[in-house]
């Protein structure tokens, strides 16, 4: 049975208890919620009839920035029945995008149509449709099913919240859309605009001063940043697939760039800011200050990610290339969140293989609140796939019945039990929803599993069938792997590319396709539930024949018929292999848990031909069951294409030569597993 976290009303102790022995059941929109059922009462007040029947939007509302740069918003504030503009000051959601407000209206619109989106999200709910689990279609359900899991209200202004008794602006980042300025891509300016909008409209007359930041994706990454700024007026946020460290999340995980994500997403800002505001060429007030910006940054880091792909050697690397890459930087302090910073009441929503895993359980970690102020809520998701399979018996409520929710407690004050909802509601790969106090679950100890070149004999066509065992091999071997493109069909490329290639089963939930070009490594199967929560590590004895290399590891899930799916991934590029030693995690043996790689050209240690090389591959926080009869598998590979590639300086220093693991007595390689029973 699937386990959903439900809501107790005295006690945190009584609401963790009563979240792991019920299973909720949610009703069909607009029905009277159970008086028991807190998570009902959510649904019904985000469906059931409006506060307010009409919404009233102000188009292109500019608003002046400190420094004089004008951002342009739509503001959306809600009507009575007599076709007035509610003037009672009322609470504030800020929700800043860099693909334009345009194409948040349109989105607005097609998920506002009276009768047919609430209709379609009711009818594949209600039954259920497109579970397709067990079938080779797996995957084309989840994606079908975002549609009804809450999402498109999320990303789009929620009209159904904002008839509620919520203003809200939908606002272009700077540089983007119709908004002046050139894109600082995340950077300081950026987060300052943020924070300036939230507390621009906590001073209008239309507000109660009460401000939440709201988002998917960029929008989620804007929200945490903003809130990273202290606003006195901020007092919630609920961000959605949001990065922290985006660096590491999807920039260069491991010093790999992420090819099949980053240049389509900088491709889809760079041309949507381009489309003009027709409206104010019609009227004739056409911001010549607009296209005078847009001149002066065309194809913003565009232009940085062409130079950078035809550098052939670190030496020929420009200064202000090279730059982005110090940590101290503009760029990489742009790009890395200090979610320490927060004070709002905060809910994280993420995916155990969206691009941003890397940082959303760690962010929400981070975060200084109590539990009853801060929630994580993390599903088997991609990118592309958020919220798939919410809003059904035995799943967590949709994702704008929570967002709703959220709000009403702590800008409405409404005491609704959102605050004792459980802390950590998470997919458990290999099981279902649960709920626990907290991320990684209690219970969770650190063990070695040894890397053997014993065959385990349950692998099929690949490099080389290998044994784990808790126990170091007796005898030295050297196995080689060679760079492929395997990786393409695999749930790393899936991952990479936001979820796009996860369409195909065969590719994003199972490897077997992807382990052609692998060195698999199978545990023997458990013979009892066994959990898996936080951090891994994977720890390998190298040997190069050139001066650098590129190394990937997944963890898998063997099924009793063959199937390995990927619970979680990591990789690093063999010269960026040096730690901050401060921000990198252990656990009691000492062996590390969660590396942290500076990453940087400053310290970056060429490797010598021919020599061991010891690198620790971190692998993002994950979650799951090994069931009765599964297996423990640590794949290990020489490329990962498209998720991460080398950039071509290194590339070339690699040759692309085969790539060489040493599996020695007397210098094991190993895998670090967070595990509540030994294997």
């Known amino acids: 049975m699937r386990l959903f976290a439900r809501l107790g009303a005295a006690s945190a102790a009584a609401v963790v208890a009563t979240l792991a022995l019920t299973t909720l059941t949610v009703p069909a929109a607009h029905a009277d919620p159970p008086d028991n059922d807190p998570a009902a009462a959510w649904t019904a007040a985000q469906d059931g009839p409006p506060q307010y029947p009409g919404v009233h939007v102000d188009w292109d509302v500019p608003i002046t920035m400190s420094d004089g740069t004008v951002l342009k918003s739509n503001v959306y504030r809600p009507m009575d029945a007599a076709g007035h503009i509610v003037d009672t000051p009322l609470p504030t959601i800020v929700n800043m995008t860099p693909y334009t407000k345009l194409a948040y209206m349109l989105l607005d619109s097609a998920v506002s149509i009276p009768g047919l989106f609430d209709g379609v999200t009711d009818l594949i709910n209600r039954f259920d449709l497109f579970d397709l689990n067990g079938t080779p279609l797996s995957s084309l359900g989840d994606q079908i099913k975002v549609l009804s899991g809450g999402g498109g209200r999320v990303v789009a202004a929620d009209r159904h919240l904002i008839q509620s008794g919520y203003t809200e602006i939908v606002a272009d980042v700077r540089g983007t859309g119709f908004s002046e300025g050139v894109w600082p891509v995340f950077g300081e300016r950026e987060q300052q605009d943020t924070a300036e909008i939230a507390q621009w409209a906590a001073n209008q007359p239309w507000s109660d001063g009460k401000i939440g930041l709201a988002g998917v994706s960029n929008g989620g990454i804007s929200a945490l940043q903003g809130a990273e700024q202290q606003p006195e007026s901020v007092k919630a946020v609920f961000s959605v697939v949001p990065g922290s460290d985006l660096l590491r999340d999807t920039v260069a995980p491991g010093g790999g760039f992420d090819i099949g994500f980053v240049p389509f997403w900088l491709l889809a800002v760079n041309t949507a800011k ?406």
């Open 274 to 679: 381009w489309l003009p505001d027709l409206s104010s060429i019609a009227t004739g007030n056409f911001d010549w200050k607009w296209l005078a910006d847009r001149v002066a940054s065309p194809i913003t880091f565009i232009d940085t990610l062409l130079r950078a792909l035809v550098v052939p050697s670190v030496d020929a690397i420009p200064a202000d290339m090279k730059q982005l890459l110090d940590p101290e930087g503009p760029f990489r302090s742009g790009i890395t969140g200090h979610p320490d910073r927060i004070t709002a009441p905060t809910f994280i929503v993420g995916g155990w293989h969206d691009i941003f895993n890397n940082s959303e359980s760690t962010a929400y970690n981070a975060i200084p609140l109590p539990a009853d102020q801060k929630k994580l809520l993390m599903g088997d998701w991609y990118h592309v796939t958020l919220g798939s399979g919410l809003g059904v018996a035995g799943a967590p409520p949709r994702l704008d019945v929570l967002q709703h929710a959220w709000f009403d407690k702590w800008l409405k004050g409404i005491d609704n039990g959102i605050d004792a909802y459980s802390p950590a509601t998470l997919f458990q790969q290999g099981g279902g929803w649960t709920s626990s106090d907290r991320y990684p679950r209690a219970g969770m100890t650190y063990a070695r599993q040894y890397l053997s070149a014993d065959p385990s004999g349950t692998a099929g066509t690949v490099v080389h069938d290998g044994s784990l065992s808790a126990t170091a091999p007796s005898e030295p071997t050297t196995l080689t792997v060679s760079p492929g493109l395997s990786t393409v069909c695999s749930r790393d490329g899936a991952q990479g590319t936001a979820g796009v290639l996860g369409i195909i089963d065969a590719c994003g939930k199972d490897s077997r396709l992807a382990e052609v070009a692998a060195l698999t490594f199978t545990g023997q199967p458990v013979g009892a539930p066994t959990a898996i929560s936080g951090s891994v590590n994977v720890h390998l004895n190298t040997v190069l024949d050139a001066t650098d290399g590129y190394w990937s590891a997944t963890l898998n899930d063997v099924a009793p018929d063959g199937q390995s799916t990927v619970l979680t991934t990591g990789q690093l590029t063999a010269s960026l292999r040096k730690l901050d030693e401060d921000k990198s995690k252990k656990s009691p043996n000492g062996d590390y848990t969660a590396p942290f790689p500076t990453l940087t050209l400053e310290d970056r240690q060429a490797i010598v031909p021919g020599e061991p090389t010891t690198l620790e591959v971190g692998l993002e926080p994950t979650d799951a069951v090994l069931q009765p009869g599964h297996r423990l598998r640590v794949d290990i590979y020489a490329a990962n294409f498209p998720k991460g590639m080398m950039i071509p300086a290194l590339l070339l220093e690699s040759q692309l030569r085969p790539q060489h693991l040493v599996l020695d007595p007397a210098a094991p390689s190993w895998v670090n597993v967070p595990s509540s029973t030994t294997f």
